[in-house]
């Protein structure tokens, strides 16, 4: 275990999150991927083991700061110190504003920011007394300018962003890399393919993103020299408008 090092990849779905875990998997980092329920991790589990990695999944609500806690200590005792902490939960809902109950908002804030909250100071607290690591939070749209119907993630993402902020400028100094890559334009996954057919048709052109292409950002992010460090980055297709 001395020489091992590991990515904890929160929300590790299968396409970004999935991805990103396979990318660093294949340059010998121990993947530990999280998702609530544990049995829809071992396809992926399957697949970084196949190609000669190691892997571990973990089911474990992020919303929990017990398990949170438990999730980071076991990993640091059992597996290998956590080198790259990644946030990835979505949680992209819409609702107009008269449509949005208390319940929504609330659930949307917990899973998109106070998770990332609890996961960035449990990677923090681990990284600290070795100096060095990284921290990635996953951006969108949402974090940088409000639209119609999207207001509980608008609000979600702008206060993932502004606790990203305020990490790089506390952890940067410590050794710590922490970024913020803001991610514009619709992903290559099942949900855009069955439910936007027309923007799903761009594919061919590069009109939607690549998940492998946002993990080989990941990994260019984390392997920055430090005298050239990124906090944060856009990474949109070239058809988008912005």
């Known amino acids: ?21 396979q990318r ?3 340059e010998g980092y121990v993947a530990c991927v999280t998702r609530r329920s544990a049995d829809k991790l071992q396809p992926l589990v399957d697949r970084i083991r196949a190609a000669g990695g190691e892997a571990h999944g973990f089911g474990s609500d992020a919303r929990k700061e017990e398990e949170m806690v438990a ?45 990332g909250f609890l996961m960035g100071r449990e990677a923090a607290k681990a ?4 100096g ?3 921290i990635i939070f ?3 749209t949402a974090s940088l300018r409000g639209r119609e119907g999207f207001a509980a ?19 940067w100094p410590k050794g710590i890399h922490v970024a913020h890559p803001i991610v514009d334009g619709a992903i290559d996954t099942e949900f855009i393919r069955s ?20 993990a080989e950002l990941y990994w260019q992010l984390h392997m920055q020299p430090r005298d050239a460090w990124t906090h944060e980055t856009e990474v949109r297709p070239w058809m988008e408008a912005w």
């Open 1 to 21: 275990m001395a020489d091992k090092k590991a990515i904890l990849v929160i929300g590790a779905g299968d396409a970004t999150g999935g991805a990103i875990a």
């Open 24 to 26: 660093f998997a294949r």
């Open 71 to 115: 999730l980071v200590q076991k990993i640091e005792a059992e597996i290998a110190p956590i080198e790259v902490a990644v946030f990835n939960i979505g949680a992209n809902v819409r609702f107009g504003i008269a449509e949005t109950t208390a319940r929504v908002y609330y659930k949307v804030w917990e899973m998109a920011c106070f998770a």
């Open 127 to 130: 990284m600290l007394p070795r």
């Open 132 to 134: 060095r690591g990284t």
């Open 138 to 140: 996953t951006g969108a």
């Open 153 to 171: 993630f608008a609000g979600a993402k702008h206060g993932l962003r502004a606790l990203a902020q305020s990490m790089a400028r506390e952890l």
């Open 195 to 214: 439910n936007f057919p027309e923007r799903y048709a761009t594919r061919a052109q590069g009109g939607i993103v690549d998940p492998a292409h946002i």
